[in-house]
């Protein structure tokens, strides 16, 4: 099983940006699809993005279309998540899942691999 390490969360200010890292210990991502969901206090979590590592495709949640863009460097064996014009309502925990040999699928079961999450907090 993959461990997932994510890391870049931190406390910006509305309009900020903020770049989130996910890389995977002991195996590639290669064949794999990967996403970023989060989970603001009291909510579930929910899907932002993906990004099929086999044709390179990525998915976005409407809410963060156009703020954030997803992107894999197989070369660093990452996965990223650029945030950009950040919100107050986008404070959350944000998860990187894996799961291998599929599509993206924007719901919690379409992963079996997750990280234990970074906090990230807009405020002024």
């Known amino acids: 099983q993959v461990q997932l390490v994510e890391s870049g969360g931190g406390l910006v200010q509305p309009g900020g940006s903020l770049r989130l890292s996910c890389t995977p210990s002991?195996?590639?991502?290669?064949?794999?699809?990967t996403a970023w969901f989060r989970q603001a206090p009291g909510k579930e979590r929910t899907f932002i993005t993906g990004?099929?590592?086999?044709?390179?495709?990525?998915y976005y949640a409407d809410s963060v279309k156009g703020r954030f863009t997803v992107s894999g460097n197989s070369a660093e064996n990452t996965m990223y998540l650029q945030m950009n014009s950040l919100k107050p309502e986008d404070t959350a925990v944000y998860y990187c899942?894996?799961?291998?040999?599929?599509?993206?699928?924007?719901?919690?079961?379409?992963?079996?691999?997750w990280g234990q999450g970074t906090q990230v907090t807009v405020s002024s």
């Open positions: 899942a894996a799961q291998f040999h599929a599509d993206v699928a924007t719901t919690i079961k379409g992963y079996d691999q």
């Open positions: 990004i099929n590592w086999s044709d390179g495709h990525t």
């Open positions: 002991g195996r590639t991502f290669v064949g794999y699809a």
